[in-house]
């Protein structure tokens, strides 16, 4: 229970800022779909990106009215670029200048923080951001800004939802177009500008795309779309965020892997779940073949890869070993196997000393009295003293494995291979008689209808 409530303080603020950003990102993320851009929000990201690299470059924090403003200013430089691609439209696609934008922004971004001797670890907070660092304060702020964009668009929801719908701008000068679109990649820019620098450019992407797409794959009516994206893209936040504290994985990446995930169990469930017993009958056994087929197919190449590169990579192969417990010391000499499971256990007892140098710094870095320089150095001297003892053991390990593989492509890689290429024949054969047979059906059953 305490290791519940732990996590519960602690990500209690960074959820409450995930509910913040869901709310107003899924909603741009609506009409970023119903407007068929769906690279705006990412090339206005990647600008706002490239004006806090510029800031940062200048010598001003990211997170600073400096840093903001510089983002500001090129988000604004985007969107009215982006206004003006509507009329391009016409003989270019507006997704290619979407493209055209982020590319340059993306290339721009490193020609800035190149000669900078930290730019590699800004680009990477830019990329990820950490909102686990958000405090009340910080939290208010976005509130307060998301509200007044909010309040925004409600007041103008006709004119917006009108130049997102399929009709476009029927009925409407091309000035107040020009007008209106204007209006609303700045305040997309705004609320991307003010959400980079904390949650990265991969999560803002992620939070204005997949719930939106989550609510779109489930119904058409706005309301229903925005109550779904909401739901989905709050309960993935959540689960990024508990995954990333229980495993302690990057919190950005996570979510937006998380993210992800729900798109795909939104989209199993619309094929499987969401539809009438007889199509979900036929879907079924679709999916089953193709899985079979997969399967075979999978089996065939790996087999194949084993027969002609055994000293390759062999992930499939790998797999069955660890399932199993048929390593590859099963194919070795006794004397062959003794040295490669003694090569195995010194790997690990490397690396664990490695991790507890690791977090014995880490652990001084964050609490209790910091190290010495010195104790800093020779704690670096035993990590890289471990690291090529590990290197040593891994290229015995990796002699003998590649000689054991010699050895399987012939009595694992050719059996499983031919075994593969039958059951790819019988499968193909089973599956189209069954196909033919539910033809046959079909035409009985229409001739008696007539």
Request: charged share 15%; proline share 3%.
């Amino acid at each position: 229970m305490s290791g519940i409530s732990e996590m519960l303080t602690f990500l209690a603020l960074p959820f409450i800022a995930s509910v913040v950003f869901v709310l107003i990102h899924a909603y741009l993320g609506v009409h970023v779909l119903r407007r068929k851009i769906v690279f705006a929000d990412l090339a206005l990201a990647q600008l706002s990106a490239l004006g806090a690299s510029v800031a940062f470059a200048n010598g001003y924090d990211v997170t600073s009215p400096a840093g903001f403003a510089y983002a500001f200013v090129f988000t604004a430089i985007g969107a009215a670029l982006l206004t003006l691609t509507r009329n391009l439209a016409r003989s270019v696609s507006q997704e290619a200048v979407v493209g055209i934008l982020y590319v340059v922004a993306t290339a721009a971004t490193i020609l800035v923080v190149d000669r900078s001797p930290l730019g590699a670890e800004h680009v990477k907070k830019i990329l990820v951001g950490n909102i686990v660092t958000v405090d009340v304060a910080v939290i208010a702020k976005f509130a307060a800004l998301y509200a007044v964009i909010g309040l925004l668009h409600w007041w103008v929801r006709r004119p917006l939802l009108s130049l997102s719908s399929e009709r476009g701008p029927e009925g409407r000068s091309r000035l107040e177009v020009w007008s209106w679109d204007f209006v609303f990649y700045l305040s997309f820019g705004i609320v991307v500008t003010s959400s980079v620098a904390t949650a990265g450019v991969l999560l803002v992407f992620s939070l204005l795309i997949v719930p939106a797409v989550i609510g779109f794959t489930f119904s058409d009516k706005l309301s229903f779309v925005l109550l779904i994206a909401w739901s989905a893209g709050i309960a993935a936040s959540a689960a990024g965020l508990a995954c990333s504290y229980a495993f302690d994985l990057p919190t950005g990446a996570t979510m937006v892997t998380a993210l992800a995930g729900f798109l795909v169990l939104a989209s199993l469930s619309k094929v499987f779940i969401v539809v009438d017993a007889e199509r979900r009958r036929a879907r079924l056994q679709r999916a089953a073949q193709t899985a079979v087929v997969a399967a075979f197919v999978c089996i065939l190449v790996s087999s194949m890869w084993l027969i002609i590169n055994p000293s390759g990579d062999q992930p499939l192969l790998a797999l069955l070993e660890r399932a199993t417990g048929l390593g590859s010391a099963t194919f070795l000499s006794s004397s062959e196997g003794d040295t490669y499971e003694s090569a195995a256990r010194d790997i690990v007892r490397f690396q664990d000393e490695v991790d507890r140098l690791d977090a014995m710094e880490k652990s001084a870095r964050y609490q209790g009295p910091p190290l010495a320089d010195d104790e800093i150095r020779r704690i670096a001297s035993y990590q890289q003293t471990f690291n090529e003892m590990t290197r040593g053991e891994q290229f015995v390990r990796n002699v003998l494995q590649t000689k054991a593989r010699t050895r399987e492509r012939w009595i694992i890689g050719l059996p499983a291979a031919i075994i593969a290429i039958a059951g790819l024949g019988l499968s193909t054969r089973w599956f189209s008689r069954r196909r033919r047979g539910e033809g046959d059906d079909h035409s009985t059953y229409d001739s008696a209808e007539v």
